[in-house]
């Protein structure tokens, strides 16, 4: 699938030129769940990749689509399963990084690590980095890019990602960043705005550009590949079989990974446990203050009666005194009237 992912009123010239690179690929490893799909149909400007909301994996095999810009430049972007799933199976993983690589045949300008800053930097993202320096090779972080997602939730709290960093980051992810030259760059998925979806590209083409001047404009290559394949065989930590790249390695990072989503699913459900805790406890007092204020407006509405019924009783007593002193008056008129006229007779 080609087309143009330039959109047809951006000039060029006014955006900058990311470069004159014929070729750059690109591939998108991370967490299930932080964007990659989503990040590649940015990349590529179309949707390529199936993306959607999920945290079970959308895609399950590698898959490579590109598209040639109005500059000549083919842009190239594998999409990976979530090679560190811990549901996938390790000969599986296996035999999808040897695709990975076959897929990027003339080699990799940049390896983009998708976190999300929506999402906050866990165990699983550790051991995905150590796992990718250990089938990679130490030169893996020379041609790695963090790209965070979630630039429209940023956007909308009026925060850019140096904000966002002072905030606070794992050690770890600091770390990460130093080693890969603090390459990094936040994308935001949902925008409909093609001047924003091509700024953010163009930023991407120019880390990617400046990263590859930097490795002697040698992108991450079959026979790098295979030199970290030949250490890890000469160390005895890899083994090969017939059903491509399979170690030991993978389980102790199934393990891994496995312990890191059950730490996570035990924070989940204590914060989950919790927070249902204390909306119990807000609840129970809601309901308390309710009952309260139920009773008391029914202890005001019961004085108000009384006080009412006090009020008419006392009433019909005065109407009832008065039409007696009427009654009385008028006896005592009449009585008067008949003495005045025999009086008169």
Not at 31 to 58: E, Q
Not at 143 to 155: A, H, Q, S
Request: hydrophobic share 35%.
């Amino acid at each position: 699938m080609g087309g143009l992912s330039m959109a047809d009123d951006l000039d060029w010239e006014e955006l900058g030129d990311p470069g004159h690179t014929s070729k750059t690929t690109f591939v998108l490893v991370g967490r299930t769940g932080n964007g990659k799909s989503a990040s590649g149909n940015s990349i590529l400007g179309y949707r390529a990749f199936k993306s959607k909301s999920s945290t079970c994996a959308i895609t399950t095999t590698c898959e490579l689509k590109q598209i040639q810009r109005l500059d000549g430049r083919l842009i190239q972007v594998v999409d990976t399963p979530g090679l560190f799933d811990p549901s996938m199976q390790a000969d599986f993983v296996g035999k999808e990084l040897m695709n990975c690589i076959e897929l990027a045949k003339d080699g990799v300008h940049g390896i983009l690590l998708v976190l999300s800053v929506l999402n906050r930097f866990t165990a699983e993202e550790m051991v995905a980095v150590e796992s990718l320096q250990m089938l990679f090779g130490e030169k893996v972080v020379d041609y790695m890019i963090v790209l965070f997602t979630g630039g429209d939730e940023l956007e909308d709290d009026d925060e850019t990602l140096d904000e966002y960093f002072l905030q606070g980051v794992p050690d770890y992810l600091t770390d990460l960043l130093r080693r890969c030259g603090n390459r990094r760059i936040l994308f935001n998925n949902k925008t409909k705005d093609n001047r924003k979806k091509e700024h953010q590209l163009v930023e991407l083409l120019k880390i990617t550009d400046t990263m590859l001047v930097a490795n002697g404009g040698k992108p991450y290559s079959k026979e790098i590949f295979q030199e970290a394949k030949e250490l890890l065989l000469s160390s005895g930590t890899l083994s090969t079989s017939p059903s491509g790249f399979h170690n030991k390695e993978f389980e102790v990072f199934k393990q891994e990974l496995e312990r890191a989503y059950k730490d996570q699913l035990d924070q989940v459900t204590k914060m989950v446990e919790e927070k249902l805790r204390l909306n119990a406890e807000r609840l129970e007092e809601k309901l308390e203050s309710e009952q309260r204020a139920r009773e008391e407006v029914e202890r005001l509405a019961r004085e108000s009666k009384a006080q009412s019924d006090a009020d008419i009783k006392k009433l019909h007593e005065e109407l009832e005194r008065a039409k007696k002193e009427r009654e009385e008056f008028q006896k005592r008129w009449d009585s008067d009237m008949k003495r005045s006229q025999c009086t008169i007779l």
